[in-house]
Nanobody, 125 residues
Framework: QVQLVDSGGGLVQAGGSLRLSCAAS????????MAWFRQVPGKEREFVSA????????AYADSVKGRFTISRDNAKITVYLQMNSLKPEDTAVYYC??????????????????WGQGTQVTVSS
């Protein structure tokens, strides 16, 4: 069992930056694939980025590539999402997630077993 707590969201102007954090508790954090998703009302949850247990393999959605950076600190059992050059279309609730497998389904919410409560990111134009 893993418990995840998201934080770091807020209101920022277009072009600004935010860093999201996801603090985990429970056993075997270092064994999990960690990911970030986002969701706006009325739309499906959208994949943002994922990182494998050792931090050596990373995937990004095309929409955030070059602007967002995912990282993890297994000693601090925390995963981060550094978001730069934010755009109004990045506005969403951001969720971190933990899953057991790095697979071709890593961009699917069904690949993940545990979820944070979400943190709101609002980018003004």
């Amino acid at each position: 069992q893993v418990q995840l707590v998201d934080s770091g969201g807020g209101l920022v102007q277009a072009g600004g930056s935010l860093r999201l954090s996801c603090a985990a508790s429970g056993r075997s954090f270092s064994a999990y694939v960690m990911a970030w998703f986002r969701q706006v009302p009325g739309k499906e949850r959208e994949f943002v980025s994922a990182i494998n247990p050792s931090g050596t393999i990373i995937a990004y959605a095309d929409s955030v590539k070059g602007r967002f950076t995912i990282s993890r600190d297994n000693a601090k059992i925390t995963v981060y999402l550094q978001m730069n050059s934010l755009k109004p279309e990045d506005t969403a609730v951001y969720y971190c997630a933990a899953g057991s497998f790095w697979s071709s389904e890593r961009a699917s919410p069904q690949n993940y077993d545990y979820w944070g409560q979400g943190t709101q990111v609002t980018v003004s134009s």
